[in-house]
């Protein structure tokens, strides 16, 4: 038998579809299993223990236009694949399952593309919009998407038993070595907090101002400082280093737009606490076991929340939360409220619980199996 799992969103999107493939493999142990997925994020999955393959298409580059998309679709369909597997309802996604071939097309869909699918779930964890009179009114979703990609698999599917290891991305040791060495050179045996904060939308990023102070702190306590983030990132950090009083410590390093996916999976190994935004290398620190302390202001929490029990989403007392809004619409000093409203020393407060509560390498720190819910402060319950 021949399974395709398609999913060619983000960062965060593909990591949250690994649960789904360790629950396959599991079911289907002889089945040639395969992924299809988007190139630049290789290092998610190509050395995934589950898959038998991973398939890359480079949606922004070759593959970004119709003759190639539509070669890339006569590829997949002389793969002649018994079964596939849409985990994301978007356009190519949706196409690509719908002409696939298959003997059986199963997943999430778009409309114009569903009549070709065999069964077509709703996925429960993804926000709606709904028109009630003149007013448009944001739902946000009603379960984690895990959950919703267990969902596909129970019900179209017919997989009977899950088995949920949480979110998993491997790599190979040359990279662990080398993430390792990379941490040594720069910070020795010091216990290192890691910063990401950048995030896709505007709205999910917390105040420059804000990071400054709690990297400030930090280093003020003895603890290193790494600033992660891709390219797209450094502007942001570096506008956030300026605001530091501790700007120039040895203690602080940045390595923005420095490293592959792999590497900084590699590194975070080495850290004792991710400080992040509702961001997809939040998502690679759940994977690889660092305790998180996020915040969410503008993001719904059901859907994407930290998978795992030992992180903590502070989660903004702000009652237009959540929005789904990639651009805050207030404007003067409510702009961004939901974020502003999230303060230092309460981030701070959590940040230094799971400092004391684990304190050591994520490489270190044994996972707990099937706790996955994480601490979610709600500060309209819990305020300041």
Known sequence: ???????????????????????????????????????????????????????????????????????????IRAMKFDLVINLHRNERASALAAFSGAKKIVGYSKPGFSFMFDKVLPNPSIARHIKRG???????????????????????????????????????????????????????????????????????????????????ILIERGYGVAFLGGSMDKEIVSDCVDKMKNKNSDRLKIFTSKFSL??????????????????????????RNIPIVTMFGASPVPGFYPYDAKDILIKSPEPCHPCGKHICPRAGADNLACMKKIPVAVLMKYVFELLNAYGQPAKEIPRVPNAYQCKVIDLTVNAP
């Open 134 to 216: 003149f007013k448009i009114e944001y739902l946000p979703g009603t379960q984690h998407q895990v959950y919703s990609h267990f969902d596909v698999l129970r019900e179209a599917v017919g997989v009977k038993k899950i088995f949920d290891n949480g979110l998993e991305m491997w790599i190979p040791d040359s990279i662990e070595r080398e993430a390792e060495k990379i941490f040594r050179e720069n910070f020795g045996n010091r216990k290192v907090v890691a910063f990401n904060v950048g995030a896709s939308w505007l709205t999910k990023r917390w105040l420059d101002s804000y990071f400054a102070e709690c990297a400030d």
């Open 1 to 75: 038998m021949k399974i395709l799992v398609i999913n060619l969103m983000h960062l965060g999107d593909l990591m949250l579809a690994t649960p789904a493939l360790t629950t396959l493999r599991k079911n289907f142990p002889t089945a040639h299993l395969a992924l299809l997925a988007d190139k630049k994020l290789a290092d998610l999955v190509q050395y995934n223990k589950n898959l038998d393959e991973c398939i890359l298409i480079d949606k922004k580059g070759v593959d970004d236009h119709l003759p190639s998309f539509i070669k890339f679709i006569f590829k």
């Open 262 to 287: 792999a590497v900084l999976a590699g590194f975070l190994d080495n850290c004792v606490l991710f400080l992040t935004t509702d961001s997809g290398p939040m998502h690679i620190g759940v994977a």
